[in-house]
């Protein structure tokens, strides 16, 4: 693999990995470090909030396998601290949620921008748990001829994961939460993942849940990288067992013993609660999600119900009476979750491909 070159200010990775978040990128990281032990491998990271010199003074030294944030890459590249002329792996880890996120002109500048080798001469890889197919038609730009994997259904669930919908109205979800948490007590050594809308409500039910005795942390955008690491690090040990987030820990982050994961507030977007609720049941583990759903949650009612039904999950008569509501309420006019992110190469309705796998070129790219 690629090596720094004595004496210069550049590094030349051959493996790039991207990832939407600072916590994300630490996490490939410290994996990259145990399955590069002993071995010639340099895995390093770069993300924002953090010191930049320290992190140039870490690439400098070598890099072979760079996981990285796209803005603090883009930030590297332009002081002249690294090279992507001799990439030959690039990974997009959580490649929806980066585009949808608003880095697309960071990932193409670094990808189309600057001196990483064309599609050709590399291998690109791209995962998620959710495919749209926006994303997979702008994809493309940054792929060859590639292979669409699936394991098990595109953006469905896992039946590790007990799903409850529970109808809790906004005024009386503090209440409701705690009554959750008094009677998880009893399971030492399981964490507690609860999911907001807002920075600001993330702090406020921190605080609420604190001056309740219930030992809580928070995490979100806006909270300093130190913050974010100390908060992630007491609530990996069990010191804080509840951790209040944002969509900022809905992505790709592998915390062991997370047994609950509460949606206090649910998204509007269905494949965020697929990501969300993954937090919990992983690795064939069991787990547990709660999602507080009222009347100002029926724009998702359609597609969740079809989330619990692929999943063999218990479906509330009341959910059902307010899809129907809700759908006749809109004219029918949604298509449905089905309709817009199935397990399928959707490559096949833009160019009449017969078949989703196209293994003919070789060093296909893997999407």
Known sequence: MGRSYYGSWNAYPTALILAPTRELASQIFEEARKFSYRSWVK???????ADIGQQKRQIERGCDLLAATPGRLVDLIERGCISL???????????????????????????????????????????????????????????????????????????????????????????????????EKACDGNLTLIFVETKRMADSLCDY?????????????????????????????????????????????????VKLVINYDLPTDVDEYVHRIGRTGRAGNMGIATSFFNR?????????????????????????????????????SSRGRNQRNNSRDFRKTNTGNKSAWNSGSQGTSWF
């Open 296 to 332: 100002g949650n029926s724009g998702i009612s359609r597609q969740l119900i079809e989330i619990l039904r692929e999943a063999n999950q218990e479906i509330p008569q009341w959910l059902q009476s307010l899809s129907r509501e809700s759908n006749f309420n809109r004219g029918n």
């Open 43 to 49: 895995p390093c990271v770069a993300y924002g909030g």
């Open 209 to 257: 849940l604190l001056c309740r005795n219930t030992p809580a942390t928070c995490i979100h955008g806006d909270r300093t990288q130190r913050e974010r690491e100390y908060a992630l690090g007491t609530f990996r040990t069990g010191r804080t067992p509840v951790m209040v987030a944002t969509a900022v820990a809905a992505r790709g982050l592998d915390i062991p013993n």
């Open 85 to 183: 002329s001799k990439i030959q792996y690039l990974v997009l880890d959580e490649a929806d949620r980066m585009l949808d996120m608003g880095f697309e002109p960071q990932i193409r500048r670094i990808v189309e921008g600057e001196d990483m080798p064309g599609v050709q001469e590399r291998n690109t890889l791209l995962f998620s748990a959710t495919f749209p197919k926006n994303i997979q038609t702008l994809a493309r730009d940054f792929l060859k001829e590639y292979i669409f994997l699936s394991v098990g259904r595109v953006g469905s669930t896992s039946e590790n994961i007990t799903q409850r919908i529970e109808y809790v109205e906004d005024e009386d979800k503090r209440s409701v939460l705690l009554d959750i948490l008094g009677a």
